[in-house]
């Protein structure tokens, strides 16, 4: 097996790799209910436990199961060589909203996803995963001209560790939008790479960290642009309470071509206790003349003037901070499209902020 | 209905109520006066309960109940309205939601069944449409990009859906234009003057005052009231500055 990265590296610094060693030493358990993880729709359904296919759970329609050695230099990315889900769209196919919920139950688990939309085709998909142990996934998406993929991933594990590694070629005027809820109590680590090679292409890849306990999550992902006239935004929003840890490091790269590149980078930690740590890491390398790439990073605590405004009206403290938090959240989350797989993330994100106030 | 008593009150350890005494009795409107710097806001805010202000000395009581004693939200519920001089930008939260969840938390504090959605919606429909707000207003996040007026007048769209039964109105007329100000004294006056409710006014100007008569008007200086009179003291003060009458 490749050697796993260590915190004495740069790029893995704040990765709680402790809880990923824990996690993957535990032994299988019982899988937890996958009742109300499916939003409504009749689209295509995948399960997969501890990496496993399920085929009597799941209706795969359009995305098959088979052997996926993919080529990714990241080291846990490759851990995941083996049997994966694969979804290949011909040119202007489109398909109803696919979902995949992943459970696993202890130990650890990898598995490799390939999503290649040709040309115009247009394709949604939300992941869900729940249980316990070290999850490790690599996802791997090409866009031709024009195709449009929208992506959804929720990360409510109870326990372990997930890690999800994206690496995603964007063609020309192709759109990758992919937004991440971490609302579980494992640890994470959500790590991409999104490649603009085409001219028009756009790049998203944003969400919200929710941590607490001991509990301590990242997002580390980087954007380049290479072609003309590309767009990228990264929404990143991270809510740290008692003496968790949440992380976030962006980065975009424009190349010396890239004219009328329009990016945005925005990283806003709200920390809900003093003992909780937020860490921000925004990086530009902008190598082309004619570019706008906007950019902020702030970490604070809720606005007291804001907070003493709706106890005023009548809210107690806790509803009060909640509304404060849910309305910093929904920055990020209100980037999804599809109002209910929306609506189902901002009540994942609910359920976390009366756990968690 | 509300009796301040010997309120002495510092924030920062730095004393700005000094013995405030006052009684509003149900039905009264009092107005409050005085220069920058008097304590006017700070006695709003210890009114409402900012927990930033500390109170040394002295008793609020509220129904015979002891204000002090109480958190911001159950001064609310108990029927106690602070208009802000700043109302707050709140990106994120839209005023009907936001109001619905501070309606029905005031409901269920007092043993009320909560409003539903559309008992909600006719209700802050009803009181937009008094106060001259436009109801797509009410959907915008609160306060976020509203010009000065317009935040006055979502306070007053505000108290008139929480229906309180005293409302302590900090600087409501500044920022507010000729046409505005008359709207607002109106709105002031249909949901605040009934038998059973009260108004302290808190300003600095006498012109909202000739829309809302107050019954009796006190001078505020230096953490004390130090002049009480009927509504003739407020032209004496336009007339004469307060320089004189604190003198």
Known sequence: MTQLPTNRMEA???????ALEAARSTDRGSAPALDGLWIEGDGPRLVFRDGMYQPKLSTPGEVSV??????????????????????????????????????????????PGVIELSRNADASIVETFVGAGWTNRLTTIRLAEGARLTR??????ASGFVSLREEAEIGAAASLASIFLGAGKAASRIDGELVVTGDGGLAEMGGALLTRGEQRQECAVTVRHSALDGASRQIWRAVAADRSAASLAARVDVARGAQKTDGEQSLRGLLLHRTATVNLKPELEIFADDVKCAHGATVGELDKQALFYLQSRGLPQGPAKAMLTRAFVADAIDRIEDEAVREVFAADAEAWLNEAL | MLRIEDLHAEIDGKPILKGLSLTVNAGEVHAIMGPNGAGKSTLGYVLGGRAAYEVTAGSVSLEGDDLLEMEAHERA???????????????????????????????????????SGAEFLKVARAQAAALGMDAEMLKRPVNVGFSGGEKKRNEM???????????????????????????????????????????VLITHYQRLLDYVRPDFVHVLA??????????????????????????
């Open chain 2, 157 to 199: 769209v505000q108290m008139g859906i929480l229906d309180p039964r005293i409302a302590v109105l900090d600087e409501t007329d500044s920022g507010l234009d000729i046409d505005a100000l008359r709207i607002v004294g109106d709105g002031i006056n249909r949901i605040m003057r009934a038998p059973d409710k009260a108004v």
């Open chain 1, 12 to 18: 893995w610094r704040w990765t709680d790799l402790a």
């Open chain 1, 66 to 111: 088979e052997a996926i050695s993919p080529a990714t230099a990241h080291p846990l990315g490759a851990v995941t060589a083996g049997d994966g889900w694969r979804l290949t769209l011909a040119a202007e196919q489109t398909v109803a909203v696919i979902q995949i919920v992943h459970v696993a139950t202890g130990g650890e688990n990898h598995l």
């Open chain 2, 222 to 247: 230096d953490g004390r009231i130090i002049r009480s009179g009927g509504p003739e003291l407020a032209l004496e003060l336009e007339r004469e500055g307060y320089g004189a009458i604190a003198a």
């Open chain 2, 77 to 115: 519920a108990a029927g106690l309205f602070l208009g802000f001089q700043y109302p707050v930008e709140i990106p994120g939260i839209s005023n009907l939601h936001f109001l619905r969840e501070a309606l029905n938390s005031q409901r269920r504090a007092r043993g009320e069944a909560p409003l």
């Open chain 1, 152 to 157: 959804s991933v929720r990360l409510l594990q």
